[in-house]
């Protein structure tokens, strides 16, 4: 009996030791603290570190498909008809990238730059780009007629006529690859003769120039001093970047070179992307809980917002006399002039004009939507897709006899879809660090849940410890009275 009563006052000791160490923990917080500092500690860009390594060479890899819209009755939209387009695709390539020309400096920044190669994959593709043929809209004639759009009536009958002679229309039929990749126009060509300082290239196509080759040089920050800085664009080809913060978020994403993210990802975050592509920046937030491949992640999205006409940060975009319906973007400014627009995939989230205008236009948010889904511990995005359109403005000109009736419009030309998964071997491995992340994390509630059970076996001795007690008095009472009963 004093063996179990001894017993069951160590265990309650013990018991009210882990209760002590329970509470110390979750107020003094140590362990999550501990597990944010190691967080912390690798979102730094330090060589031959896990974070730079996947950072130089990103191992999840990334397709960029396109669709082309193939106008069906160009005749008829000359003659101010709705056009009707079908969507060809997808054309499938691998993006191949690899960060060069790495420098590391003293002062918490690093600088690189990222060569771009795509690879064509047959079998996640509808056909091949060399044979398949689409009509689309000209755009090297649509940005010419933009530079006669306030010439007198003398210099558009002169250049009408030349096009004519030339065999110049609103429309023109070339292959995919040509498309994309680029051809030699005789537009171009013509003018490059007649003005090479101003008409420096006699190719064109929607991509030229981009396989093989890089934006320009980036410089980050390492996060050396602050994780929220982490792989922050400083500039781009030597000018300041073009980022912008809120009130509630410092960090920048960089989305289109390479998708690097702080840890400790907040729901109430709003996150920046550099889209080098369109001349600005983005932003994203938060639409979801999900899970990919067994992680759970938080999706965003891309408000429909940063597509409206009267938002704040599209009026250096909105020229005065091109401001359009809200859906598209006009990023003209940074296109020479040509009248291009940028929207999501068949103008989703956009007003229902746009829709109206174009037969053929499906929009719908399993296939048009941009979402990228974040681990929120670690801050590694596990899934990405980037969804956008471009579209070109057309309109009829007075003595321009090729625009016809053309009705003034938001013509779509292709949509691309820059997507990436988190890979097999990757998932695994971030799934174990999360589990060991969650084990040490969970210490002070395992503690909590001992000192429990500790308790429990302390009551239940004390119990047993009484009751035998109790046994043993009642033991000596039954004998005397066996005892008085025989005598």
Not at 179 to 187: H, K, N, V
Not at 262 to 285: G, N, Q
Request: proline content about 5%.
């Amino acid at each position: 009996m004093t063996y179990l009563r001894n017993t069951a006052a160590l265990i309650g000791v013990f018991a009210l030791c882990c209760f002590i160490t329970f509470v110390v923990l979750i107020v003094k917080d140590d362990f999550t603290n501990i597990v944010e500092d190691r967080i912390k500690e690798q979102a730094k860009l330090k060589m031959n570190s896990e974070a730079y390594k996947n950072w130089k060479d990103p191992p999840a890899s990334v397709y960029l498909q396109f669709f082309m819209f193939h106008v069906e009755n160009q005749l008829q939209i000359l003659e101010g008809e709705r056009p009707i387009v079908r969507q060809i695709g997808p054309y499938t390539y691998k993006e191949i990238r690899h960060r060069t020309n790495v420098s590391l400096f003293d002062n918490a920044t690093i600088s690189a730059v990222t060569p771009r190669t795509f690879i064509f994959e047959p079998l996640m593709s509808v056909g091949d780009p060399k044979n398949d043929s689409v009509t689309t809209i000209n755009i090297p004639f649509i940005a010419l007629l933009r530079m006669l759009k306030y010439s007198g009536m003398v210099k558009k009958i002169g250049a009408s006529i030349l096009f004519t002679l030339r065999s110049r229309t609103l429309f023109h039929t070339r292959s995919v690859d040509e498309l994309l990749w680029g051809y030699e126009d005789p537009i171009l060509k013509l003018g490059h003769k007649l003005l090479p300082s101003f008409i420096k290239d006699c190719r064109f196509g929607l991509f030229y120039g981009m396989n093989g080759t890089n934006d320009g040089e980036y410089v980050f920050n390492t996060g050396k001093n602050d994780y929220m800085e982490f792989t922050k664009i400083i500039t781009w080809k030597g000018q300041k970047s073009l980022s912008w913060w809120t009130s509630n978020s410092s960090n920048m994403i960089n989305g289109t070179d390479g998708a690097s993210f702080h840890p400790l990802i907040k729901k109430d975050e709003t996150l920046y992307l550099f889209a080098s592509d369109i001349c600005r920046s983005l932003y994203v937030m938060f639409e979801k809980e999900l899970e990919v491949k067994g992680i759970k992640a938080y999706r965003f999205v891309i408000p429909k917002e940063i597509f409206a006409s009267d938002h704040p940060d599209n009026k250096g975009f909105c020229p005065s006399e091109n401001c359009h319906s809200s859906g598209v973007l006009n990023i003209s400014i940074c296109r020479q002039g040509a009248p291009v627009f940028i929207s999501p995939p068949h103008f989703y989230n956009g007003d229902q004009k746009l829709v109206n205008d174009i037969i053929g236009m499906k929009p719908n948010m399993e296939a048009h939507q941009s979402f990228l889904d974040i681990e929120p511990m670690t801050g590694i995005p596990i899934r990405i897709a980037k969804r956008m359109q471009i579209n070109i403005h057309v309109e009829s000109m007075n003595y321009i006899t090729q625009t016809g009736r053309i009705r003034t419009m938001i013509l779509p030309v292709i949509f691309l879809n820059q997507h990436a998964v988190i890979d097999d071997k990757s998932a695994a491995k971030l799934k174990w660090a999360l589990h060991k992340i969650n084990v040490v994390t969970y210490i002070p509630y395992m503690i909590l849940w001992m000192g429990i059970f500790l308790c429990l076996t302390c009551v239940i001795l004390v119990l047993v410890s009484g009751r035998h007690k109790k046994n043993k008095e009642f033991t000596p009472v039954m004998s005397k009275l066996s005892s008085a009963e025989t005598h």
